[in-house]
């Protein structure tokens, strides 16, 4: 007879263990975050003057550029911490939001002339 010492985890140890850790997860993925849209902030001010003077067309495609730039930053920070997600959905945010920039620029020119 062998006497096996086995701990076993159970669900109460790792509820037990992500309540201990949260905060420092919660830090860890709102740097993540923040560090990306710290690097997109700084190329668009350095850029503001150009895109402004550029055709709504062209604007969409920058606007497109750094939203491409985001989600690359995030899935190579994801890819470099052990965390890929390689899900198509994770991309779709990048045509959604250039396709949206047109109609938000057209909707604030407009109450800008109001004002």
């Keep these: 007879m062998v006497a096996t010492n086995q701990q076993f985890v159970t669900p109460r140890d790792v509820a037990r ?11 860890f993925f709102c740097a993540i ?10 190329i668009a001010s350095k850029l ?4 402004r003077a ?3 067309l ?3 495609a920058v606007v497109l550029a750094l939203l491409w730039l985001n989600e690359f930053l995030l899935f ?4 470099v911490s052990g965390h ?6 994770r991309w779709l945010a990048v045509p959604v939001g250039a396709a949206c920039w047109p109609l938000i620029t057209g909707l604030y020119a407009r109450v ?4």
């Design 48 to 51: 503001r003057l150009q895109i």
């Design 112 to 115: 800008a002339q109001h004002r």
């Design 84 to 89: 890929p997600i390689t899900d198509w959905r």
């Design 33 to 42: 975050v923040g560090l990306t849209l710290v690097v997109i902030a700084y």
């Design 54 to 56: 550029f055709p709504p």
């Design 76 to 79: 190579w920070i994801d890819g």
């Design 17 to 27: 263990i992500l309540f201990r850790h949260w905060r420092k997860m919660t830090l």
């Design 58 to 60: 062209q604007q969409t």
